[in-house]
């Protein structure tokens, strides 16, 4: 919120993970190429780390210390993972077992099901040395070689750098120096000349917009994809404000998991086109761009735009959904250093149902907010802005206004409170539900703001039922009731208005800045100025009234204490503030419905 008051109000750390980045070192999955799942191109300079030993010629019971080392001071590298392996084929998996010496910075990892096989990082710190022991095999081959991959940022890596030959004593000698397996070459990418356009959309290419009905060329604010089958292909165009990334998914479903997912990520003032896939609801991984081909980009005025193409059927991918099934298509944007991706800053734009992409072009609606969490929000301001305030409002000020008027059978104020407090609790209670329905159970994402709303739905309940059971208003015991009541109540509505805060800028909902904040700040001054104002006409009156009995002036009834002025100042006041607490609630409502 341009405000931050969320930050006053929580202090649940907010997620910047990055995808896919394996600062922890847990970089297993990269045993067999030991190329990162970073998505950039293996450098071709030499590295800023060596491999040494402290022996070339071992016996059965040596141990060889191994050790990382920059090549020159002032330098360091992020990451690395290191094996052994037999010098006469390097593209074998590894052999014997490493010892750690430090193992606050080094970790043993298995590969090929052998346990401590390898050697990684355990964080993105900078290092400038790495000691290991290794431990030979039995048997072992006659000559061994040290392999590593040495990161020096995300983005800039070095792969299978190859270390000092360590031979078993009278070995033969090694009859050819192996070549380890060269990392294939990616494809090209070119730049392009021009802004994407909408001026085909629904006619030759199917779109999705955000704002609607905008075009990238004249509005640099504009999320759009566009795609196009081509034959056994179909061409994806992808442009959208941010200095970080741009993003489709195709899922199965409206939740982010187990996705076909598309990345243009900035990079050092360039564009880097990436595939990735999800597995549940884990950091998408970096995949080949081997799937995709005739990769162009564009980067100016914090504007990221790219476009590719790829085949409708990819069968020797299964990371990749063929394309001539529907699908959700959902639209992210976020934060990228050094090409690591972190978590999308907002709600991810999603279609409002599945798409075909193989069918005919159309122009596609979607939302970056569900159904269920905007009609959560909006009963919860129609419960915590208009009912709950201006039923507490007429009980608290309007007793003596209406003295003996009743509707129903009861005095008017009490009907009125306890009809608004009703709708209150009913509007709490639905919006309460909503957001498990959408969710499916309990969000771990949501911060403090779902633990809030389980405080203010008790509390609401808990209302109602002190209704039921208090005490004769002649009783001896009814301030107690008076007391709690009043205190349960404003109690709810202070963690209300937190809730309401915090709920406005969560992803799912995530009401523009910083007007949403404004807004409800003009709120609460205007309903606490109300308050203050009708608590000052009520001590006047009372100071009067006092005055009158001092004076021993007959006084036959309290209601006769009020001057009539009085009462129509009352009224007009109330008329005021209604009016006023309508067109905030309405504003936020417009609000919702435009996320």
């Known amino acids: 919120m341009g405000l931050h008051i969320r930050d006053l109000l929580t202090v649940l750390s907010i997620f910047v993970e990055s995808i896919a980045a394996y600062g922890n070192g847990q970089v297993a999955v990269a045993c067999d190429s030991m190329i990162p799942k970073h998505g950039s191109i293996v450098q071709k300079s030499p590295s800023p780390a060596i491999i040494t030993v402290d022996k070339n010629v071992i016996n059965a019971s040596d141990q060889i210390r191994v050790t990382l080392t920059v090549r020159q001071s002032g330098t360091s590298f992020q990451g690395f993972f290191l094996q052994a392996r037999d010098a006469a084929d390097l593209n074998v998996g590894p052999l014997g077992t490493f010892t750690l010496i430090d193992d606050k910075n080094t970790q043993l990892l298995t590969c090929a099901d052998v346990k401590d096989s390898a050697v990684s990082h355990t964080s993105s710190s900078g290092k400038h040395t790495v000691e290991v022991l290794w431990n030979p095999p039995s048997p072992k081959p006659d000559h061994i070689q040290f392999l590593a991959t040495i990161v020096q940022k995300f983005n800039i890596y070095w792969v299978k750098l190859r270390g000092p030959t360590v031979s078993q004593i009278n070995a033969p000698p090694l009859s050819k120096q192996p070549t380890p397996e060269s990392p294939p070459t990616l494809p090209t990418t070119s730049r392009l000349t021009k802004p994407f356009n909408a001026t085909d959309c629904g006619e030759k290419k199917s779109c999705l917009r955000n704002p609607t009905g905008c075009d ?92 590719f193409r790829r085949n409708i059927r990819l069968p020797e991918y299964s990371e990749r959904f063929d394309l001539d099934r529907q699908y959700y298509i959902f639209l992210a944007e976020g934060k990228a250093v050094n090409g690591r991706i972190h978590k999308h800053h907002h709600q991810p734009l999603i279609t409002q149902g ?61 009907q009125v409170h306890r009809i608004l407090m009703a709708a209150t609790v009913l509007f709490t209670c639905i919006g309460f539900i909503l957001p498990f329905l959408y969710r499916g159970g309990w969000s771990h994402f ?23 059971f208090r005490p004769n208003p002649c009783a001896a015991r009814r301030y107690l009731f008076n007391w709690l009541h009043w205190a349960t109540g404003t109690f709810a509505r202070i963690i209300a208005v937190g809730s309401i805060f915090l709920g406005m800028d969560l992803p799912a909902l995530d009401l523009r800045n910083p007007w949403d904040t ?26 009067k009234a006092r005055k009158r009995e001092e004076d021993k002036m007959e006084i036959m009834d309290s209601s006769e204490l009020i001057d009539p002025q009085g009462h129509r100042l009352k009224m007009m006041i109330l008329t005021i503030y209604i009016c006023g607490n309508l067109t905030f609630l309405i504003t936020l409502l417009v609000g919702i419905s435009l996320t």
């Not at 709120?523 to 006409?537: K, N, R, S």
Request: aromatic share 12%; glycine share 8%.
């Open 216 to 307: 990238p060329e004249l509005d640099r604010l504009c999320f759009f994809l566009s795609f196009t089958v081509q034959g056994s292909s179909v061409f994806f165009e992808l442009s959208g404000p941010s200095n970080g990334y741009i993003s489709f998914a195709l899922s199965d479903d409206k939740w982010m998991g187990d996705d076909d997912i598309y990345l243009c990520v900035v990079n050092d003032q360039s564009v880097q086109i990436n595939p990735a896939h999800s597995t549940g609801r884990s950091h998408p991984i970096l995949n080949s761009q081997f799937p995709i081909n005739g990769m162009a980009w564009r980067f100016e005025d914090g504007v990221t735009q790219c476009s």
């Open 354 to 414: 599945k798409v075909n992409l193989h069918g005919s072009p159309k122009e596609l609606k979607g939302s970056r907010s569900p159904g269920y969490i905007k009609a959560h929000g909006s009963l919860m301001f129609i419960a915590w802005i208009t009912t709950a305030n201006i039923g507490v409002i007429v009980a608290r000020f309007f007793k003596s206004v209406w003295p003996t008027t009743t509707m129903f059978g009861q005095k008017i104020w009490f």
């Open 446 to 468: 949501a911060g403090v703001h779902p633990y809030f709303g389980c405080m203010i739905l008790t509390l609401v309940i808990l209302q109602p039922i002190m209704a039921i």
């Open 518 to 543: 404004l807004v409800m700040v003009g709120f609460i001054v205007w309903h606490v100025a109300a308050e203050l104002i009708l608590e000052a006409h009520n001590y006047i009156i009372t100071s």
